[in-house]
């Protein structure tokens, strides 16, 4: 298991774990660009507007969160490989049992459908890993979590590295140091998640 007191220093530096697909060997990340959804400005696509106005899924927050990041962690149809290791797992359960990492999770006829985790310091939230067993469950929850991180004064929701999905979903990058200075700030921020 990684050490929390580690763990969480690295992510007030800018750091964040990883694994090794082929032999789960742990490593740190710190890209020179950074993935964020913009709070203030997300708007999330009209589909998941309307689902959300059909009540078409119910939204929680830490309600199976084990169960979320294993379903994160499990490999995908298009993507055999998971960088979200075992000791991955066991250490953010460890800080979910802390009070420090949380899951949102989206239910469809009671059965989870889709949701994300990440950890919460300060004003920032650092977003890990979704998944989706039906469509658009992981934008719906990635919506709840928005509107939630606003509702509570968040400052920031990292997403960490730039993908194609993340581009589509709203997230833009900025560099290393002007992502240290976002840190800085939200950190500094003192709110509760829940």
Not at 29 to 57: I, K
Request: charged share 25%; net charge neutral; proline share 5%.
């Amino acid at each position: 298991m990684i050490p929390v007191d580690a763990l969480l220093k690295a992510y007030r530096e800018g750091f964040f774990p990883m694994a090794d697909a082929s032999d789960g060997q742990l490593y740190w990340c710190r890209p020179e660009m950074r993935a964020l959804f913009p709070l203030e400005s997300y708007r999330p696509s009209r589909d998941v507007l309307r689902l959300q106005r059909r009540g078409e899924y119910s939204v929680f927050f830490d309600s199976d969160f084990e169960a979320v990041i294993r379903a994160c962690a499990a490999p995908r149809k298009d993507d055999p490989e998971t960088w979200i290791s075992g000791e991955i797992v066991e250490t953010y359960i460890r800080i979910h049992e802390l009070g420090l990492a949380h899951s949102v999770e989206c239910r469809y006829r009671g059965e989870l459908a889709g949701g994300l985790y990440g950890i919460a310091i300060g004003g920032a939230f650092f977003g890990e890993s979704m998944f989706y067993r039906r469509s658009y469950a992981s934008q719906v929850a990635l919506w709840h979590l928005v509107c939630h991180l606003r509702l509570k004064g968040y400052l920031m929701l990292d997403a960490q590295i730039m993908n194609p999905h993340l581009r589509r979903l709203g997230a833009v990058e900025v560099p290393h140091d002007e992502y240290m200075r976002l840190l800085e700030a939200a950190l500094r921020k003192k709110t509760a998640f829940l």
